[in-house]
């Protein structure tokens, strides 16, 4: 394990340490951001600034990219980006489906350019711990990830999400219905970085979803890629906020353009 892997791996064993037992003492709301279901709780605040805190203690030319505010630009050339709770509603709610997720990419904080390095997803509830490396593969604590051969389309076992703006969530309940046939089934847990690390696993067989952000998909994405998955973009670029589909490349080659058929493309994000 490199250095900066161990790094990455540690501080977000100790943050997922600190998750769990806010989550154990109780949580509540503690503002909202995009719409009144996009909540924030304290701790994805507390959870936020103990991740700085130890990347700058450690790394304090790297830049920082944090979901809850934190942003501190790089002289090094390279950035953490931090989803300090990611699944915040699931955590909310006491629903053991919520992650901490740290990546550190190379080049500007951008998904559409970045080159993601190293990628750490730690389930708290549950303490598995997915990582990743650049050129090195992809774990699951001590356990390597290689998604197995993909099954026909009818039945794949498909993964996705919704966003927070309602004509948003509307399209793409459109969108799942008219897919729903065509797959074995849909499956929506609300955690994008655990989804992509489900990929990696086998749990899933695909994973699509519009309108993330960088800090969602920014370890996971690595740990799915490091495992054998092709993880792309709208129509040949990289993913973004546009989209982001993992899937086994031949799966992917199948999917995407049943996704373009049924409208997965089409709305727009708001």
Known sequence: MSELLDLARSVALEAAELAARRRREGVEVAATKSTVVDVV???????????????????????????????????????????????TVNYLYGIPHYGVSIALVEGDPDPLTWTAQVGVVVNPATGETFTAERGQGAWCGD?????????????ALVATGFAYRAATRAAQGDVV?????????????????????????GRYDAYFERTLSPWDHAAGALVAREAGAAVVGMRGAAPSRDLILAAHPDLVARLEPVLDEVGAFDFPLG
């Open 41 to 87: 709780t304290e701790a994805d605040r507390e959870v936020e600034r103990l991740v700085l805190g130890r990347l700058q203690d450690a790394r304090p030319q790297d830049g920082v990219l944090g979901e809850e505010g934190a942003s501190v630009p790089s002289t090094s050339g390279s950035t953490w980006v931090v989803d300090p709770i990611d699944g």
């Open 177 to 201: 219905t008219r897919l729903l046939p065509r797959v074995r089934d849909i499956r929506r847990q609300g955690t994008a970085s655990l989804d992509l690390c489900f990929v990696a696993d």
């Open 143 to 155: 356990r390597r990830l290689r998604i197995p051969e993909p099954p026909s389309l009818e039945l």
